[in-house]
Nanobody, 125 residues
């Protein structure tokens, strides 16, 4: 069974940076495409970014984070990262990582097989 544990969330001022990490265990990490989603209070969960399985040559971002967020993976450490720069108050949400077997990197949350518990990111103005 795959387990995902997010870390790195916290409180930051607008314009600041955070790096989220998601530690993967239980299966072969490189076989899974990974995604980051977020859910703000009172809103639906939305796609943030995704990276394809294996070498992670393909990455995807929602328009609102392009140029500010960077997704990456380290297969040796079984970890996916989300570097978040130039943070805005509207980025405030609980951030979740998710895994999809043989995933090419998708924005559809229904295609992901496993989810972490989430980490809170709060950006103050």
């Amino acid at each position: 069974q795959v387990q995902l544990v997010e870390s790195g969330g916290g409180l930051v001022q607008a314009g600041g940076s955070l790096r989220l990490s998601c530690a993967f265990s239980g299966r072969t990490f490189r076989d899974y495409g990974m995604g980051w989603f977020r859910q703000a209070l009172g809103k639906e969960r939305e796609f943030v970014s995704a990276i394809s399985w294996s070498g992670g040559r393909s990455t995807y971002y929602t328009d609102s984070v392009k140029g500010r967020f960077t997704i990456s993976r380290d297969n040796a450490k079984n970890t996916v990262y989300l570097q978040m720069n130039s943070l805005k108050p509207e980025d405030t949400a609980v951030y979740y990582c998710a895994a999809e077997k043989w995933g090419a990197g998708t924005s559809a949350h229904s295609t992901y097989d496993y989810w972490g518990q989430g980490t809170q990111v709060t950006v103050s103005s």
